[in-house]
């Protein structure tokens, strides 16, 4: 498994439509368009800065796990995701060096890609996400 870069930096927001003017138009970070994930109860909102991303993430119903997060702790950072060459390689690596994925397959992510989630409570208390493909 090859990290080459952090793919991006996930911040959860109560609405995408008010936070997108501080990114896009304060920062004039670059925007590359809203999607969203109905079978994970996302919508989200990718912002380039560099080789890196801006995703914002904001609930579509109450399940979704990001309403959990706001409900818990607000808007803020939600995790940090890391670009690899080989989503079951990077699977496979956790599992065996004692980190635990939060699925037992890649799920589907944003734009096409392959996600696996570690939990923080093995990770040293951050969320990490690890990205197979591109956006």
């Known amino acids: 498994m090859k990290i080459d870069r952090i793919d991006h930096i996930g911040?959860?927001?109560?609405?995408?439509?008010?936070k997108l003017p501080l990114y896009r138009d304060f920062l004039g970070l670059e925007f590359g368009g809203i999607e969203e994930l109905p079978e994970r109860g996302l919508k989200v909102a990718f912002l380039k800065v560099g080789t890196t991303r801006i995703e914002l993430l904001e609930p579509l119903n109450e399940k979704s796990q990001i309403s959990?997060?706001?409900?818990?702790?607000?808007?803020g950072i939600h995790h940090i995701a890391y670009h690899v060459d080989n989503i079951n390689e990077a699977l496979e690596k956790a599992k065996n060096g004692g980190f635990k994925p939060l699925s037992d397959e890649p799920q589907p992510g944003a734009g096409g890609t392959k996600v696996i989630f570690l939990?923080?409570?093995?990770?040293?208390?951050?969320?990490?996400e690890m990205v197979e493909g591109q956006h």
Do not use: A
């Open 119 to 128: 939990h923080p409570k093995t990770t040293g208390g951050v969320l990490i």
């Open 68 to 75: 959990k997060f706001l409900e818990k702790k607000g808007e």
């Open 11 to 18: 911040i959860v927001v109560r609405s995408i439509d008010e």
